[in-house]
């Protein structure tokens, strides 16, 4: 058992407010019944309310409070409209926030704490308060944001001298550093510098192309000056590396800033921690007598209950309980019978944080109004939205319409029943061959036939190409189903077999990685609700070697009530799950046993995959025939229990950036739209049954080509501990299906087509002669060469002793380590001539260079 006690701090929960504080009189105007957006900025001796034209900005030095209250599942953010809420006991409840947001270089931060209590006194009614820290915001703050925020530097001189900003995120966060010095620069980071007579947009060589296109905005906004009439300012773009071939006034003028003599650009991060799931704690009174000896008085003593995955029945109504959730924040939970107890459960949220060092938000929220960043931690939460409600209720009853041309004008009915069509279009399938069939056939792929097309067995892998027509043309899923009993190398090769498929097809169909007992809706809709999976392998044939016979006699577990939930499993003997249908096959005769829980509609699924002649049995009225066929299998026919409607979490939006090869970094966007996608992007939209990876047309080479890899990463980095089976499916821009667009509202196929690439900006810019300088090979903004994608290095660690070199750096390429400008310097001549010149002579050069 894990026991923490978390020390007290000078916090909202142990200073007692001023009586002017208790008075409250700044947040009298506050609406308590109305959607709004407010931010009051909090010093020492005022609490000041900020103008609309000063939302988004942020001084290191001071403290802010962002209150934010929104109807469900309706945007919110300065240009929220005021509304009445009606909170009418249907299960549907305003959204309210508070966010204590505090600078990193100190700040009230306590004060603005107690001012959050103070407003949340005010406002009466339960909310969720967010202890903000500068640049770990959390995604549902930088959500109020579209065009980001600014943390700017208190004191800097604004009216002169140089100003050095990163930019950073999907909702950029633009952060002023200070002093300008190389220090600051990252190879993998986006930097403006901001003089007086000219802009300099810093790329560096590992920065991704959405932060790219937000530092090229950036700078042009600053170009434009406060009037934003006239360019008054030129803008020049520097590369990693590049600085060198600036143009000479611009490079003099970047030398006087940062002198190029004393270059020294931070490497790229060090890779991610290792995934670590939610730990779930208890809170309570600290006893009298610690076994720890404590600076401060204990305000709360955690015990830690479980590991992920969790479940909202491990959470007591009595309770209070601190979730850590890793990147994704520390919360608090407040159950609806311990309100009264509640004042020191933010205190031991950030307990907590401070024990584990981290620096990201500490939030906390009470029983009944959680929000989804909350309740995604938790498997099977039972999401509350009476208006999704409704539409998943007409997407469970929806039993006709379903053809892709009545799904692509009810993009939300596709989304909610997660089919593109009614499974009525052509479909090709093939079994993996195993190693020593392969030596037989000369072939690792054996196509089915029609009527085989059903049958699948555990051990064996299979390849589904699908193929319906829309309204837009024709549209393709390849389905890769991996049997649950399924060895590796078999898997392996089955997902090289779909890789080179996919390939052939010109990479234009929709992948789908699919496992036995995870199968999506549509992918079962497509067999009308006959799959059935037996265990073992297809090694049974008829005389022509071209079907494969099923096992005579079979125990078959039935659920579903749909066809596009309806599955077949043969039971094996170690099998424990319950069912509420089964089919029992004895040779040529059929009985479908059903529970005395069985619904009409599971019946009729069961009746339907029996697909033949067969005996109907009810609970209770079996004959003795039945028992004699069912033999010594009795004890596995087990009942199972009437299932609730799920009500299933919203979607959620990731941003996806590329950390370094094979790592991944997801970002939250919170209250997405259509907008938020871009052509340079890589996102996650995570439905929960399933992971879609959407890629645009401008992404980089690297997340396309490993493109399941990111769902995986997802899913294995999720604190929730996610199911690994989870299906995944990878679609491009422009391919989408109506069961991905009917998450986003208002879907336009149109909205890219007038899209500035990172390459029209450059272009765009230079058509109105302000940009100066740049390479032309870096102007499309990824850099997929090799030498622009090895970590740099100095010449003089490069010279010196092997022992003392970084342990990636290959001593026999030594000068792919080098920057650009310290190549040509070293070389006389740029890497794309020295690469063509043959081996012997590369070897003198580098010898003579002291590289070799």
């Given at each position: 058992?894990?026991?923490?006690?978390?020390?007290?701090?000078?916090?909202?929960?142990?200073?007692?407010?001023?009586?002017?504080?208790l008075d409250g009189a700044v947040f009298r105007t506050v609406p308590r019944?109305?959607?709004?957006?407010?931010?009051?900025?909090?010093?020492?001796?005022?609490?000041?309310?900020?103008?609309?034209?000063?939302?988004?900005?942020?001084?290191?030095?001071?403290?802010?409070?962002?209150?934010?209250?929104?109807?469900?599942?309706?945007?919110?953010?300065?240009?929220?409209?005021?509304?009445?809420?009606?909170?009418?006991?249907?299960?549907?409840?305003?959204?309210?926030?508070?966010?204590?947001?505090?600078?990193?270089?100190?700040?009230?931060?306590?004060?603005?704490?107690?001012?959050?209590?103070?407003?949340?006194?005010?406002?009466?009614?339960?909310?969720?308060?967010?202890?903000?820290t500068a640049t770990k915001e959390s995604p549902r703050l930088l959500s109020?944001?579209?065009?980001?925020?600014?943390?700017?530097?208190?004191?800097?001189?604004?009216?002169?001298?140089?100003?050095?900003?990163?930019?950073?995120?999907?909702?950029?966060?633009?952060?002023?550093?200070?002093?300008?010095?190389?220090?600051?620069?990252?190879?993998?980071?986006?930097?403006?510098?901001?003089?007086?007579?000219?802009?300099?947009?810093?790329?560096?060589?590992?920065?991704?192309?959405?932060?790219?296109?937000?530092?090229?905005?950036?700078?042009?906004?600053?170009?434009?000056?406060?009037?934003?009439?006239?360019?008054?300012?030129?803008?020049?773009?520097?590369?990693?590396?590049?600085?060198?071939?600036?143009?000479?006034?611009?490079?003099?003028?970047?030398?006087?800033?940062?002198?190029?003599?004393?270059?020294?650009?931070?490497?790229?991060?060090?890779?991610?921690?290792?995934?670590?799931?939610?730990?779930?704690?208890?809170?309570?009174?600290?006893?009298?007598?610690?076994?720890?000896?404590?600076?401060?008085?204990?305000?709360?003593?955690?015990?830690?209950?479980?590991?992920?995955?969790?479940?909202?029945?491990?959470?007591?109504?009595?309770?209070?309980?601190?979730?850590?959730?890793?990147?994704?924040?520390?919360?608090?939970?407040?159950?609806?019978?311990?309100?009264?107890?509640?004042?020191?459960?933010?205190?031991?949220?950030?307990?907590?944080?401070?024990?584990?060092?981290?620096?990201?938000?500490?939030?906390?929220?009470?029983?009944?109004?959680?929000?989804?960043?909350?309740?995604?931690?938790?498997?099977?939460?039972?999401?509350?939205?009476?208006?999704?409600?409704?539409?998943?209720?007409?997407?469970?009853?929806?039993?006709?319409?379903?053809?892709?041309?009545?799904?692509?004008?009810?993009?939300?009915?596709?989304?909610?029943?997660?089919?593109?069509?009614?499974?009525?279009?052509?479909?090709?399938?093939?079994?993996?061959?195993?190693?020593?069939?392969?030596?037989?056939?000369?072939?690792?792929?054996?196509?089915?036939?029609?009527?085989?097309?059903?049958?699948?067995?555990?051990?064996?892998?299979?390849?589904?190409?699908?193929?319906?027509?829309?309204?837009?043309?024709?549209?393709?899923?390849?389905?890769?189903?991996?049997?649950?009993?399924?060895?590796?190398?078999?898997?392996?090769?089955?997902?090289?077999?779909?890789?080179?498929?996919?390939?052939?097809?010109?990479?234009?169909?929709?992948?789908?990685?699919?496992?036995?007992?995870?199968?999506?809706?549509?992918?079962?809709?497509?067999?009308?609700?006959?799959?059935?999976?037996?265990?073992?392998?297809?090694?049974?044939?008829?005389?022509?070697?071209?079907?494969?016979?099923?096992?005579?006699?079979?125990?078959?577990?039935?659920?579903?009530?749909?066809?596009?939930?309806?599955?077949?499993?043969?039971?094996?003997?170690?099998?424990?799950?319950?069912?509420?249908?089964?089919?029992?096959?004895?040779?040529?005769?059929?009985?479908?046993?059903?529970?005395?829980?069985?619904?009409?509609?599971?019946?009729?699924?069961?009746?339907?995959?029996?697909?033949?002649?067969?005996?109907?049995?009810?609970?209770?009225?079996?004959?003795?025939?039945?028992?004699?066929?069912?033999?010594?299998?009795?004890?596995?026919?087990?009942?199972?229990?009437?299932?609730?409607?799920?009500?299933?979490?919203?979607?959620?939006?990731?941003?996806?950036?590329?950390?370094?090869?094979?790592?991944?970094?997801?970002?939250?966007?919170?209250?997405?739209?259509?907008?938020?996608?871009?052509?340079?992007?890589?996102?996650?939209?995570?439905?929960?049954?399933?992971?879609?990876?959407?890629?645009?047309?401008?992404c980089c080479l690297r997340a396309k080509d490993d493109s399941r890899n990111?769902?995986?990463?997802?899913?294995?980095?999720?604190?929730?501990?996610?199911?690994?089976?989870?299906?995944?499916?990878?679609?491009?821009?422009?391919?989408?299906?109506?069961?991905?667009?009917?998450?986003?509202?208002?879907?336009?196929?149109?909205?890219?087509?007038?899209?500035?690439?990172?390459?029209?900006?450059?272009?765009?810019?230079?058509?109105?002669?302000?940009?100066?300088?740049?390479?032309?090979?870096?102007?499309?903004?990824?850099?997929?060469?090799?030498?622009?994608?090895?970590?740099?290095?100095?010449?003089?660690?490069?010279?010196?002793?092997?022992?003392?070199?970084?342990?990636?750096?290959?001593?026999?390429?030594?000068?792919?380590?080098?920057?650009?400008?310290?190549?040509?310097?070293?070389?006389?001549?740029?890497?794309?001539?020295?690469?063509?010149?043959?081996?012997?002579?590369?070897?003198?050069?580098?010898?003579?260079?002291?590289?070799?």
């Amino acid at each position: 058992m894990h026991i923490l006690e978390i020390g007290a701090e000078q916090d909202e929960d142990n200073v007692v407010p001023t009586k002017a504080v208790l008075d409250g009189a700044v947040f009298r105007t506050v609406p308590r019944d109305q959607t709004t957006f407010l931010i009051w900025k909090i010093t020492e001796s005022s609490t000041e309310m900020l103008p609309r034209t000063q939302f988004g900005t942020f001084y290191d030095t001071d403290a802010y409070l962002v209150y934010s209250a929104s109807l469900p599942g309706q945007p919110a953010g300065p240009d929220v409209i005021r509304r009445e809420i009606k909170e009418n006991g249907s299960g549907e409840c305003a959204e309210r926030h508070i966010h204590a947001w505090a600078g990193d270089r100190g700040g009230p931060g306590t004060l603005a704490l107690r001012r959050a209590t103070q407003l949340a006194s005010h406002v009466g009614a339960p909310l969720v308060i967010h202890r903000e820290t500068a640049t770990k915001e959390s995604p549902r703050l930088l959500s109020y944001f579209r065009d980001g925020i600014r943390i700017l530097c208190s004191g800097s001189n604004l009216n002169g001298g140089s100003r050095l900003y990163r930019v950073s995120g999907r909702r950029p966060v633009l952060l002023q550093l200070e002093p300008v010095s190389w220090s600051h620069l990252a190879s993998d980071g986006v930097f403006v510098l901001d003089t007086s007579a000219l802009v300099v947009l810093w790329l560096g060589r590992a920065a991704n192309l959405i932060e790219k296109i937000f530092g090229a905005k950036i700078a042009y906004r600053m170009a434009r000056g406060a009037d934003k009439g006239m360019l008054s300012r030129r803008i020049t773009i520097a590369h990693d590396g590049y600085e060198q071939t600036l143009p000479v006034a611009d490079r003099n003028l970047l030398d006087s800033v940062l002198d190029l003599r004393a270059r020294s650009v931070r490497p790229i991060a060090p890779t991610l921690d290792p995934p670590r799931p939610a730990r779930l704690y208890k809170s309570s009174k600290p006893t009298r007598a610690s076994p720890v000896v404590l600076t401060q008085k204990p305000a709360a003593r955690l015990e830690e209950i479980k590991r992920a995955p969790l479940y909202r029945s491990d959470l007591n109504d009595d309770g209070i309980y601190v979730i850590d959730a890793g990147s994704r924040g520390v919360w608090a939970w407040v159950g609806s019978n311990a309100s009264k107890l509640n004042r020191g459960a933010l205190a031991a949220a950030r307990g907590l944080a401070k024990a584990r060092r981290y620096s990201g938000p500490v939030s906390v929220t009470v029983s009944g109004r959680e929000p989804l960043e909350f309740a995604a931690l938790f498997h099977k939460w039972n999401w509350c939205d009476s208006r999704r409600d409704v539409r998943l209720r007409s997407a469970r009853s929806a039993t006709t319409k379903l053809d892709a041309v009545s799904l692509a004008t009810n993009a939300w009915l596709a989304a909610e029943t997660q089919v593109p069509d009614d499974g009525s279009g052509a479909l090709r399938m093939w079994r993996v061959r195993r190693e020593e069939e392969i030596d037989r056939e000369r072939s690792a792929l054996q196509e089915l036939e029609r009527p085989q097309q059903a049958v699948f067995y555990d051990r064996d892998c299979y390849i589904a190409l699908y193929t319906y027509h829309t309204p837009t043309g024709d549209q393709t899923i390849l389905y890769y189903w991996m049997g649950g009993s399924s060895p590796n190398d078999l898997r392996n090769l089955g997902v090289k077999e779909a890789k080179d498929l996919y390939t052939k097809l010109g990479r234009l169909p929709i992948q789908a990685w699919v496992y036995q007992g995870k199968e999506p809706a549509h992918f079962l809709q497509i067999f009308k609700g006959r799959m059935v999976t037996y265990c073992g392998t297809a090694t049974n044939y008829d005389p022509s070697g071209r079907r494969v016979m099923p096992p005579p006699r079979a125990l078959i577990r039935v659920s579903g009530q749909y066809a596009r939930e309806a599955r077949g499993v043969e039971v094996c003997a170690s099998t424990t799950t319950r069912g509420a249908c089964y089919i029992v096959r004895e040779g040529a005769r059929i009985w479908v046993w059903c529970a005395a829980t069985a619904t009409g509609d599971e019946r009729e699924v069961a009746k339907n995959m029996a697909a033949a002649e067969h005996v109907l049995v009810m609970q209770g009225k079996e004959k003795p025939d039945f028992w004699t066929a069912l033999g010594d299998r009795r004890h596995l026919l087990v009942p199972a229990p009437l299932e609730e409607m799920q009500r299933p979490l919203p979607p959620r939006l990731f941003y996806v950036a590329v950390a370094s090869p094979g790592h991944y970094t997801f970002e939250e966007i919170v209250s997405f739209s259509q907008y938020e996608l871009s052509p340079e992007m890589c996102c996650i939209l995570d439905v929960h049954c399933a992971v879609y990876v959407w890629l645009g047309a401008h992404c980089c080479l690297r997340a396309k080509d490993d493109s399941r890899n990111v769902a995986l990463s997802y899913l294995t980095f999720d604190p929730a501990s996610r199911d690994p089976d989870t299906p995944i499916y990878v679609l491009s821009q422009g391919r989408e299906p109506p069961n991905f667009t009917g998450f986003f509202p208002h879907w336009k196929s149109s909205m890219w087509k007038a899209h500035k690439t990172f390459s029209a900006i450059v272009s765009a810019l230079e058509g109105k002669a302000i940009v100066r300088g740049g390479n032309s090979a870096h102007q499309n903004g990824n850099s997929e060469n090799q030498f622009d994608q090895h970590e740099k290095y100095p010449l003089s660690v490069l010279r010196g002793p092997k022992e003392h070199m970084p342990l990636e750096i290959d001593p026999l390429t030594k000068e792919l380590y080098l920057t650009h400008d310290d190549f040509v310097s070293t070389f006389n001549m740029p890497y794309c001539e020295f690469r063509t010149l043959p081996n012997w002579k590369q070897k003198e050069m580098k010898k003579f260079v002291g590289l070799f």
